[in-house]
């Protein structure tokens, strides 16, 4: 019979992502207590850190410094409650899909052991001017299925790391990058998230002049 388990690592769901994800598990596990009546992190503490974590990702947009580091902070916070849950819910659930339901966990097969290995380097990667002033559209083939994905950015020599700047994080084959200043030459590389934040090969840069 095959076994289902709470997914206990939060680090593929971006950061609109990971607030729906936590509402669910605190909404599902409040509503099933008696399945879960005694949970390492209690649901009052989980929602403040789920209020901590939605009112930093409100005002992220500034960009601020200060912003930046809190939404950080408060990220690190909620998945490692999340992390704790999950690993109650899977010691309670032992296998059962209906029990790692009532959590409201998303969740995975147990079946196999879990692919940690540093995903390959995006194929064929291709850029063209967005339809605004200053954006790039940047294309490529993922070699894993429903990839998560990091791209960069410099407008010196590719072959500095220092130079390389993230432009965010897109899942699938495609990404749009806005606020260029026109007539910059740009270089633009891609890199799949592994399982456990364990990070792929860099693609072969490929570069545009900015309209």
């Known amino acids: 019979m095959k076994k289902i388990r709470a997914i206990i690592y939060f680090r593929d769901h971006l950061a609109a992502e990971l607030s729906p994800a936590a509402h669910a598990i605190h909404g599902k596990m409040s509503q099933n207590a008696a399945t879960f009546p005694q949970p390492p992190v209690t649901m009052g503490t989980l929602q403040t850190y789920i209020t901590t974590y939605d009112e930093c990702l409100a005002v992220r947009a500034s960009r601020a410094t200060a912003d930046v580091i809190a939404l950080k902070k408060a990220r690190e916070e909620l998945e490692q409650a999340l992390r704790v849950l999950g690993t109650y819910v899977n010691v309670q659930a032992k296998g059962s899909a209906e029990i790692v339901e009532q959590s409201g966990c998303p969740s995975h097969s147990g079946r196999g052991p879990a692919d940690t290995s540093p995903p390959e380097a995006p194929a064929d990667v291709r850029l063209s001017h967005g339809r605004r002033s200053g954006s790039l559209l940047l294309r490529y083939r993922p070699k894993r299925a429903k990839s998560v994905n990091e791209v960069q950015t ?22 749009e990058i806005s606020g260029q200043t026109p007539g910059t030459l740009i270089w633009v590389r891609v890199r799949t998230v592994g399982l456990k934040g364990i990070m792929g090969a860099w693609s072969d840069p490929a570069q545009i002049r900015v309209l």
Do not use: C, K, S
């Open 154 to 175: 410099t407008t010196g020599d590719p072959n500095l790391e220092t130079g390389w700047q993230t432009a965010g994080i897109y899942r699938g084959g495609r990404a």
